[in-house]
């Protein structure tokens, strides 16, 4: 199955999942418009790829693993919704469309990204699973990837040092929570899904997704300033214009280009010993790497 194909399966399986459990309570129709236009407005779905792709090492993909890819990609919308608004971000434009305060209002994209977030919990919590243990541990790891452990702490350092000049442990430090947090879980719940895990196998698929999960950062900082807006579907040079820290702005566009290099041998090498089942996995770092939006 090439990258394309495996994307295609993904994208329809978890975006299935997605609608099959989103509109289903009429008093909160206006507030599931919001949270559908987020969640369907042309995202990659990487991070449910990832979940995917890491339960293809250990056996077939079951319903547990729809909802660790949904309640992720849940997590990661409500968290581009807030990204956003005006008080974090103040964006405009998001994958080439309006933002969610934009498109309606910001009282009303706050409340869309509070119900995402419990939408995710909601989907991994529900008893129609019978799996309370790994259900358990599912939710634990997702609570640990986008909460003060994970992906708000790392937003909340970003805001603090808007302006300032950090090193580059910190800069890490940083993305490590904000965006290598949740493409950790991603992986993780992929595999845990199966209920067919070892602590050696979770070792080798974290090492997998630390590399990848800074890359693909270090990717980010790198198109903000090689790709144009059409391209990125969002403002080009954000990050320069909000006087972000950025990994060209501390080690050259160059040094960062080699980092980015560095970080998909450390992954390719992480998950080798999968052998030929890895394969998606390998895909999906190369993609990471080499994209320009």
Avoid: W
Avoid at 47 to 66: C, I, K, Q, V
Avoid at 147 to 157: L, N, P
């Amino acid at each position: 199955m090439t990258l394309d194909d495996f994307s295609q399966y993904a994208r329809h399986r978890v975006d299935d999942y997605l609608m099959q459990n989103l509109g289903q309570y009429q008093p909160a129709s206006h507030l599931q418009d919001a949270m559908t236009y987020s969640l369907f407005n042309g995202g990659k779905r990487v991070r449910p790829m990832l979940a995917y792709a890491s339960a293809s090492l250990f056996g077939e993909a079951n319903e547990l693993t729809d909802a660790s890819a949904a309640a992720i990609e849940s997590i990661h919308a409500y968290s581009l919704i807030h990204d956003d608004l005006p008080a974090m971000d103040d964006d405009d434009l998001r994958r080439g469309k309006p933002t969610c305060h934009i498109q309606y209002d910001e009282a009303t994209a706050i409340l869309a990204g509070d119900a995402l977030q419990t939408f995710a919990f909601e989907l991994l919590s529900h008893p129609k699973h019978k799996n309370t243990a790994t259900q358990l541990q599912l939710i634990q790891e997702l609570v640990h990837a986008s909460g003060r452990y994970g992906m708000v702490t790392g937003q909340m350092i970003d805001l603090a040092n808007v302006g300032k000049q950090i090193n580059i442990e910190a800069l890490e430090q940083m993305h490590q929570h904000k965006t290598g947090a949740l493409i950790r879980a991603s992986v993780r719940m992929g595999a845990i899904s199966t209920g067919a895990i070892s602590e050696q196998d979770l070792s080798a698929l974290d090492a997998y997704a630390a590399a990848i999960g800074l890359a693909f950062q270090v990717q980010d900082d790198i198109i903000d300033i090689t790709s144009d807006t059409a391209t990125l579907g969002k403002t080009q040079f954000s990050d320069e214009e909000a006087n972000k820290p950025t990994y060209p702005k501390l080690l050259g566009l160059e040094g960062a280009q080699a980092l980015a290099q560095t970080l998909r041998q450390q992954a390719l090498a992480a998950i080798s010993p999968f052998g030929d089942a890895a394969q998606p996995l390998v895909e999906l770092a190369n993609y990471i790497i080499d994209r320009n939006h």
